[in-house]
């Protein structure tokens, strides 16, 4: 059985690269939609695959991270980066550019780290990260499956090369998200939400 959980954010960023001049050489930005859908073959003690309540707390705060900021990719000119992090708050320097694409496949390593992270307390079984699918415009999507996340084609995706600004660390539940996931610290979901 597969469920989807929707998030939704603003964010700027620029695409280098990119065929279309606007978005290689402007700041913009997108009313995203980001769905992440699991799998599992099993249902938990409320019959659920795994409780949407749950997924409104860490995984929340990841995607949540990326709402009025801009994402940087750290492979852009210095100058142009100092600039965005001296006017702006709220941050996120990425190891890739910021396409949907790379965007769905950020997210799958994210969500997917902390989901194996996670103790279950309320019988989940075998509940696997199916895919994520990120809502760039309303006509334009990227979905990522696991082969493509891990994709050494599609260049890998360190933690240790992502970085969130103090602003974006602050509203986090857990101030250690971030380190805890890099860390590979255990996380205990709680018995109700």
């Known amino acids: 059985m597969l ?23 402007s700041i913009h930005g997108h009313s995203y939609k980001v769905e992440l859908l699991f799998e599992s073959n099993f249902l938990d003690n409320g019959q659920m695959v795994y409780d949407f309540g749950l997924m409104k707390q860490n995984m929340k705060d990841i995607i949540d991270s990326f709402d009025h900021a801009i994402a940087l990719w750290s ?3 210095e100058s142009y ?11 996120i320097e990425i190891p890739l550019s910021p396409s949907a694409e790379q965007f769905s496949r950020l997210f799958f ?10 103790t279950t307390v309320n019988g989940e079984k075998e509940v696997k ?7 760039e415009t309303d006509t334009g999507y990227a979905q990522a499956f696991r082969e493509d996340a891990y994709s050494q084609a599609m260049s890998s995706i360190n933690l240790e090369e992502i ?16 380190e805890k996931i890099k860390k590979g610290e255990r996380f205990i979901n709680p018995q109700s939400v």
Do not use: P, Y
């Not at 469920?3 to 050489?25: D, P, Q, Y």
């Not at 780290?113 to 996670?118: A, E, I």
């Not at 970085?163 to 971030?178: G, N, P, T, V």
């Open 109 to 118: 390593v994210l969500v997917d780290k902390l989901l194996s992270l996670t």
């Open 163 to 178: 970085f969130f600004s103090e602003e974006i660390q602050k509203e986090w539940h857990d101030a250690r998200l971030f």
């Open 81 to 91: 980066k100092e600039d965005m992090k001296k006017h702006s708050a709220r941050w």
């Open 3 to 25: 469920i989807r959980k929707l998030f939704k954010f603003e964010n700027a960023h620029v695409v280098r690269g990119c065929s279309t001049v606007r978005c290689r050489s």
């Open 75 to 77: 492979g852009d000119e």
């Open 129 to 135: 990260l199916h895919s994520i699918i990120v809502h």
